[in-house]
């Protein structure tokens, strides 16, 4: 099975940065679809980004170009770059893989599709 363990977390002001790191453990990190998701209490788990095996991302509506996705294969890592935070950014974010082809992760815009999920992460953004 594949361990997903996040790190990078925490606590900033508005308009700070964070780096999300997510290491799998697993020996199909290469074929993966990855993904970042997010939820708040009362609230739904909401994709933030994906990426493919093949390096394509797809990025939710509000990230509005503030939040960058990428992988490191070699290193069995995922990443997520966020930037410009604002208290709205708040939540516990997971990451979460299946292995796929580029197409599969091209569809793939909801928890049900992944297979495996860290613990999380929390990210708290206050004003």
């Known amino acids: 099975q594949e361990q997903l363990v996040e790190s990078g977390g925490g606590s900033v002001q508005a308009g700070g940065s964070l780096r999300l790191s997510c290491a799998g453990t697993?020996?199909?990190?290469?074929?993966?679809?990855m993904a970042w998701f997010r939820q708040t209490p009362g609230k739904e788990r909401e994709r933030v980004a994906n990426?493919?095996?093949?390096?394509?991302?797809r990025y939710a509506d509000f990230v509005k170009g503030r939040f960058t996705i990428s992988r490191d294969n070699a290193k069995k890592i995922l990443y997520l770059e966020m930037s410009s935070l604002s208290p709205e950014d708040t939540a516990m974010y997971y990451c979460a893989a299946v292995p796929s082809t580029p197409q599969f992760c091209a569809m793939a815009d909801t928890q049900t599709y992944y297979r495996y999920w860290g613990q999380g992460t929390q990210v708290t953004v206050s004003s």
């Open positions: 990426i493919a095996s093949d390096g394509r991302t």
């Open positions: 697993g020996s199909g990190y290469n074929i993966y679809c």
